[in-house]
């Protein structure tokens, strides 16, 4: 396994070469499996996740720049006046979405480690003239921001590529207010994960290799103190999506792809900081 450190080089590199290509204008990125797909449309994990009418007035590229696996605005029943943080922010395209549910009185944040994902997120925000959001620099390991600062959390696809889970949950748990939601998007291990897999440092920035089991998943967060933890299956991935996540990764699709089958799935991860917290 690579030690956080070069887990977090990794996902840093190729998260900040996919904003310069959407900043470029590229007609095509890379999705969340290992390398440069012909189509955005055919990636099994981030395709058709946002309705066109809840992305109708955004820039194209905060669509263009969607790396995830989930749609968490739609599932977190976000509303007016709430505080919202998207850990992992990317291209921006949850926190404008967030700060549409949430309304002039609400706040949305977006945390990003990276520069240009950063530009490229504020930028989304100027074009859409939003003015109820704030992107902000620093890593999910350690949110910069006060305790009990927000109402919800979320994340599309983010958690499972840190290196110290833990730590992150703890971090979630300590910024939320009492009673305050965890709702995030994020790949669910459903059963062994092949060692091939865990080895590939190019599919821990491509959301598979750092996913937990439901199980741990589970855990980890009651560790973290949350209570009421849920975990709702959106997608469950074959073979077939195994292949497509599978190219440019090194490994042979052919040998691991069936090994993988059913093995992974996108699922929406709730939980709650109890109100005496």
Not at 177 to 202: L, T, W, Y
């Amino acid at each position: 396994m690579q030690n956080d450190s070069s887990i977090r080089e990794q996902v840093k590199e190729r998260y900040a070469r996919e904003a310069r290509r959407v900043l470029e204008g590229a007609s095509s990125a890379a999705c969340c499996g290992g390398g440069p797909s012909p189509s955005r449309c055919a990636d099994p994990i981030t395709s058709n996740l946002y309705e066109t009418a809840e992305t109708g007035g955004l820039p194209a590229e905060a669509l263009a720049a969607s790396l995830g696996c989930g749609n968490p605005t739609a599932l977190a029943e976000l509303a007016p006046g709430e505080t919202v943080l998207d850990l992992g922010s990317g291209g921006g395209i949850d926190v404008l979405l967030s700060a549409r549910r949430v309304g002039p009185c609400g706040k949305a944040y977006g945390l990003d480690m990276t520069d240009e994902m950063l530009a490229l997120a504020r930028e989304n925000q100027r074009k859409a003239g939003v003015t109820n959001v704030e992107f902000l620099k620093g890593h999910i390991e350690s949110i910069p921001l006060p305790d009990e600062t927000v109402d919800v959390i979320i994340s599309n696809c983010v958690i499972n590529l840190s290196g110290d889970k833990d730590r992150v949950l703890r971090e979630a748990f300590r910024v939320l207010k009492p009673g305050g939601r965890f709702a995030v998007s994020d790949i669910v291990v459903r059963g062994e994960m092949p060692d091939e897999v865990r080895r590939s440092v190019e599919l821990w920035s491509g959301c598979i290799a750092g996913a937990l089991t439901e199980s741990d998943y589970r855990a980890k967060l009651a560790a973290a103190g949350f209570a009421a933890v849920d975990v709702e299956p959106t997608r469950i991935y074959r073979a077939a999506d195994a292949k497509e996540l599978l190219a440019g990764s090194g490994l042979d699709p052919e040998t691991i792809a069936p090994l993988a089958d059913g093995k992974f799935m996108s699922a929406f991860v709730r939980a709650r900081k109890p109100s005496g917290s």
